[in-house]
């Protein structure tokens, strides 16, 4: 069963600042791992598909890169909106679907 | 717009059963594989089971297999899940998802649209 570790569990940054969150699989996925967004009391919601395609209608400020086992999700300039809780995803244990832990992005 | 809207969550006791479905709108539902997603409170999401789009391929996490059964109605556009056997740690957030594929390998799928979920407790 193929792992998906996040790091950090949890970041502080201020709005304006870049974000660098990151995604580690136990072995490789190739460039199929996803990531999502999830807010408080709502659902997760779809950013980022075969590591670095932006999903429908989100901003060109989120963008993802790596391959294999290391991944990373970017945020170039925090807006207030922006601090939630992301998640990386893959299937590469098809049938299977696994999630990473989380990163919680906090306001310092 | 696409929308999935659950219902059927509640308050069961151990070893109960609860159903629960899913109602689609906004997007051919026939054509779409469909997944439940679960999040205990306080924690990570869960892929819980997996249906495609005739009901012909049907899968499930181990956490389940055996006493969870996804099911859905193309006709009435809806998704549901049976869930028997309920045991305490299963309890969490039930959300309906649609997947989708992204490039044209096998491994890339991803859930484009949630629902809200429906919220299952399981204590006595």
């Known amino acids: 069963e193929i792992v998906l570790t996040q790091s950090p569990a949890t970041l502080s940054l201020s709005p304006g600042e870049r974000a660098t969150l990151s995604c580690r699989a136990s072995?490789?996925?190739?460039?199929?791992l996803a990531w999502y967004q999830q807010k408080p009391g709502q659902a997760p919601r779809l950013l980022i598909y075969?590591?670095?395609n932006r999903a429908t209608g989100i901003p060109a400020r989120f963008s993802g890169s790596g391959s294999g086992t290391d991944f990373t999700l970017t945020i170039s300039s925090l807006e207030p909106e922006d601090f939630a809780v992301y998640y990386c995803q893959q299937r590469s244990n098809w049938p299977r679907y696994t999630f990473g832990q989380g990163t919680k992005l906090e306001i310092k | 717009e696409v929308q999935l809207v659950e219902s059927g969550g509640g308050l069961v006791k151990p070893g109960g059963s609860l159903r629960l479905s899913c109602a689609a709108s906004g997007f051919t539902f026939s054509s779409y594989s469909m997944n439940w997603v679960r999040q205990a409170p306080g924690k990570g999401l869960e892929w819980v089971s997996s249906i495609s789009s005739s009901s012909s391929y049907i899968y499930y996490a181990d956490s389940v297999k055996g006493r969870f059964t996804i099911s859905r109605d193309n006709a009435k556009n809806s998704l549901y899940l049976q869930m028997n056997s309920l045991r305490a740690e299963d309890t969490a957030v039930y959300y309906c998802a649609r997947e989708v594929r992204g490039s044209g390998s096998y491994q890339s799928y991803y859930f484009d649209y949630w629902g809200q979920g429906t919220l299952v407790t399981v204590s006595s």
């Open positions: 072995q490789s996925v190739s460039s199929y």
């Open positions: 075969d590591a670095s």
